[in-house]
């Protein structure tokens, strides 16, 4: 997940006493966890869904004070539910529209991006791999209640000994679970002279979404560097996960991390943490490595490069 200020400003919220009001929202996310076999759990009269893990989720709509939750499972308890306030953005008519894409400097960066290292033995090419969130950056949460920060920093650790495998140098941007101020990260790819900056998240669903329908794997960048590099890797998971997730990728973001203008930079969200299904395959380890083997195998063809880059 990415956090925009909306979101930031509404945490995860504990779940009140049943019956309570919710607050003035437009749409909520309802997720939890019931024990394996519990297949019958209710709110607000509506039967909804529940995985074979137990996980359940749903998105419902409410306005102030409007909206008496009700949660009932067949055993009569709906254990570690939780909700998150999921607001509608505030669209403002005399807004101007989007800029074009362009490289927004970064203070410290230099103008001129670096030269892909086409030719380059994997020893000459530094990646930096970015765990994003962190601390009390929790990101997204699973059904179960586990934390996107927790599976970015699994995968990431994975595609680190990945990349070492494939004799390559590999700086980290935390391999604990520390908070790193957002602009520190892509900083790290400039003082370390990276050839590469990769950040790995997962994903959760837009406001208006259904958590239950949402799920697949893309790759964000913003420049043209930088999509070479995202077009690689999301090639690569595509072929690896193949009819377990979809692509959705590769797209652009004017994201923190993806708009370095010297280094090729791009965001991988692997998978929704808020799915169900996708919670099941994210804490899942062989297929955590198929991950990272695949990201790896991204930043593999495109270090070699594209027959046209090669003949520069
Ligand atoms: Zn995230």
Not at 227 to 237: D, R
């Amino acid at each position: 997940m990415i956090s925009t200020l909306l979101l930031a400003a509404a945490p995860f919220v504990a779940f009140p006493a049943q019956g309570a009001k919710l607050p003035a929202i437009d749409h909520v996310y309802l997720a939890g966890a019931v024990a394996k076999g519990d297949t019958n759990v209710v709110v607000n009269g509506a039967n909804v869904a529940v995985y074979r893990t137990g996980a359940w989720v749903t998105l419902i709509e409410a306005t102030e004070g409007s909206n008496d939750v009700s949660v009932v499972s067949q055993s009569g308890e709906a254990t570690n539910i939780w909700f998150k306030i999921a607001k509608k953005p505030v669209v403002d008519p005399n807004a101007k529209p989007a800029p074009e894409k362009v490289w927004k400097k970064l203070d410290y960066a230099k103008d001129e991006a670096k030269e892909p290292p086409t030719n380059k033995a994997p020893n000459e090419v530094t990646i930096v791999v970015d765990a994003g969130h962190g601390g009390d950056d929790t990101g997204a949460k699973s059904p179960h209640g586990f934390f996107e920060k927790d599976a970015n920093l699994l995968v990431a650790e994975q595609l680190k000994a990945a990349l070492l495998a494939r004799g390559y140098n590999v700086v980290m941007t935390r391999e604990t679970d520390v908070f790193i101020p957002l602009y520190d990260r892509p900083k790290a790819a400039h003082t370390n002279d990276a050839d590469a900056f990769v950040s790995i998240h997962h994903n959760a669903p837009p406001y208006d979404k259904d958590p239950n329908l949402l799920r697949y794997h893309t790759v964000y960048s913003w420049n043209p560097i930088g999509e070479e590099l995202a077009t690689a890797i999301n090639a690569e998971m595509a072929a690896a996960l193949g009819d377990t997730l979809k692509s959705n990728g590769p797209m652009h973001a004017n994201f923190a991390v993806t708009r370095n203008p010297e280094i090729p930079s791009c965001l991988v969200e692997v998978d929704f943490v808020t799915s169900p299904a996708g919670e099941e395959a994210i804490w899942n380890a062989a297929r955590r490595r198929v991950v990272a083997e695949a990201i790896a195998s991204g930043i593999d063809a495109w270090r070699k490069g594209p027959p046209e880059r090669k003949e520069k």
